[in-house]
């Protein structure tokens, strides 16, 4: 998308009324990539969560 955006900001005299403005359509852009990276994030958190659950019950299991 931001490519898209790019080029058509690039070559404007080509793309003269676009169904969005550019400022609009890297608005949409940032807000998605700022998206995916939080969701990147959470999945990274459960992932660990996960394993330190797996390693706690683990050792719990040693122990008793």
Do not use: E
Not at 2 to 19: E, S, Y
Not at 24 to 32: N, P
């Amino acid at each position: 998308a931001q490519a898209i955006h790019d080029l058509m900001t690039t070559n404007a005299a080509t793309f003269t009324t676009p169904p969005v403005t550019m400022a609009a359509l890297q608005t949409l852009i940032t807000t998605y990539d700022a998206k995916l990276v939080a969701r990147a994030s959470r999945a990274r958190k459960a992932r660990s969560s996960s394993t330190m659950r797996s390693v706690l019950s683990w050792g719990i299991g040693q122990v008793c």
